[in-house]
């Protein structure tokens, strides 16, 4: 699995749209970007995912570079309940498992 | 509701005693995996399941078990445990191993290990 690297933790205010972001610049062709929060000591949740293009749901957006080097979560218009910690992940579709790392923990300010 | 539960959420136990964390998912999902959470170390596989009567190794199996009679359940085993398997678990599980990084997770048993 690539490896990826997130900021350690970001503020943004209540309301405001949070934009968090990943590299991944050793990302191999066959690899998708893969976003979870962990909301504390919550099991972890899977928010989006993808390969290179931009993806939306109900919970976020993700923006992929076109050379797919790095990402972006988008939360867009951040709640308290928002605050958690975001993990990036890079990986083939078929592997079994997934390599949580540090991930950014997101604080949402009244 | 879909679903992963585990039993029981908290266990406090003293080193040696086997005991047993149940896992049960209701979306009819083929693959299943056990981590453990520990401060400064992130999340960690321990075991994974690929389907009925099929399992594998994760990064931390040492000191684990796990058995796959039932597409539902995956329960883990451990059979003598110790202190340094004090930790947070969870449980998740996926609909198929080509999706496995869509993984439900349950809600966590936090073990302690006296």
């Known amino acids: 699995d690539a490896k990826t690297t997130q900021p350690p933790s970001m503020d943004c205010a209540e309301g405001r749209a949070a934009n968090l972001p990943c590299n991944h610049s050793?990302?191999?062709?066959?690899?998708?970007v893969y976003w979870y929060r962990q909301i504390h000591s919550q099991g972890p949740q899977y928010i989006i995912h993808?390969?290179?293009n931009n993806e939306t749901n109900e919970m976020a957006s993700l923006i992929i570079t076109e050379d797919r080097k790095s990402s972006t979560l988008i939360l867009p218009h951040a709640t308290l309940r928002d605050t958690a910690v975001y993990y990036c992940i890079v990986a083939r579709n078929r592997d079994d498992k997934i390599i949580f790392g540090k991930g950014t923990r997101l604080h949402i300010l009244p | 509701e879909a679903q992963v539960t585990q039993n029981p959420r908290y266990l406090i136990t003293v080193t040696g005693k086997k005991l047993t964390v149940t896992c049960s998912q209701n979306m009819n999902h083929e693959y299943m995996s056990w981590y453990r959470q520990d401060p400064g170390l992130g999340l960690r596989q321990i075991y994974y399941s690929m389907n009925v009567e099929v399992t594998d190794k994760g990064d931390v199996p040492e000191g684990y078990k796990v058995s796959r009679k039932e597409k539902r359940n995956f329960p883990l085993i451990l059979e003598s445990p110790s202190p340094n398997q004090t930790s947070l678990y969870f449980c998740?599980?996926?609909?198929?191993?080509?999706?496995?990084?869509?993984?439900?997770f349950g809600p966590g048993t936090r073990l302690t290990v006296l």
């Open positions: 993808g390969l290179k």
């Open positions: 050793t990302i191999s062709g066959n690899e998708y």
């Open positions: 998740a599980s996926s609909l198929w191993s080509g999706r496995a990084r869509e993984q439900f």
